[in-house]
């Protein structure tokens, strides 16, 4: 169910972020409220992001003296032109990797995604440190309602996603609005996860269920 009030929390978090397209439209997307997805603002920032991906996937470095280390410098300047935020310099998303708006998308220290990651990020998704996908990991903090006029109208609403330090998620996992992953867990291929799934835990399934604890370990060194 859509919200009936702004989300301060959430406002608060995207102050944090790089490239947003500030308007009251946005906040009230990012705060899981029915808003317009069509207004210029928005409209503009998601031609953006279809522009970014093209370039992304599309580019492959011509010099023959490249190798993945030059290759992940050169990914690292173009991810940071429109994700919101980017910890580190060892983030690594293989092609084709798809977003919605970009902006609303916060990456931790090491996160690796193998090929076909595909977030919509109408919502603010954040995504821990140390943490790999799969191939074709989607993650959707979009939704709509499922009474039909909405949807004749354009309007729709989103969900925050968040994903905590050390998680692995299979391949094929399908990421659904307004989940948060714990800690240390690990999400078993082409699973759908619908629910909140606490740290340190292995959930498989449509829809996801913990099957097995595993044993806690400290935080990683900064």
Not at 36 to 47: C, H, K, M, T
Not at 115 to 122: A, E, H, K, S
Not at 129 to 136: E, L, Q, R
Not at 167 to 195: D, L, R, Y
Request: some cysteine; charged content about 25%.
């Amino acid at each position: 169910m859509a919200a009936k009030h702004k989300d301060e929390k959430q406002i608060e978090l995207a102050k944090h972020l790089d490239h947003i397209p500030w308007s009251d439209e946005y906040e009230k997307m990012i705060s899981g409220m029915l808003y317009d997805s069509f207004v210029p603002e928005l409209s503009a920032a998601r031609f953006k992001a279809r522009r970014w991906c093209h370039e992304y996937n599309s580019t492959f470095p011509e010099d023959p003296s490249a190798d993945f280390d030059s290759l992940l410098k050169d990914r690292m300047v173009v991810l940071r032109k429109l994700l919101g935020h980017v910890e580190g310099e060892e983030v690594f998303i293989e092609p084709p990797f798809r977003v919605d708006y970009g902006c609303n998308i916060s990456l931790g220290a090491r996160f690796y995604a193998n090929f076909n990651l595909t977030i919509l990020d109408c919502g603010l998704v954040t995504i821990g440190k140390n943490v790999m996908f799969g191939p074709n990991v989607s993650i959707f903090a979009a939704t709509h309602e499922v009474e039909v006029q909405s949807r004749r109208d354009n309007v729709e609403y989103a969900k925050p996603v968040v994903i905590g330090d050390d998680c692995w998620v299979g391949g094929h996992a399908v990421i659904m609005p307004g989940v948060t992953i714990g800690k240390g867990c690990t999400i078993g291929a082409s699973s759908v996860v619908t629910h909140d799934i606490p740290d340190w835990s292995v959930a498989m399934g449509v829809s996801a269920r913990v099957v097995k604890k595993v044993t806690p370990i400290k935080d990683a060194e900064p």
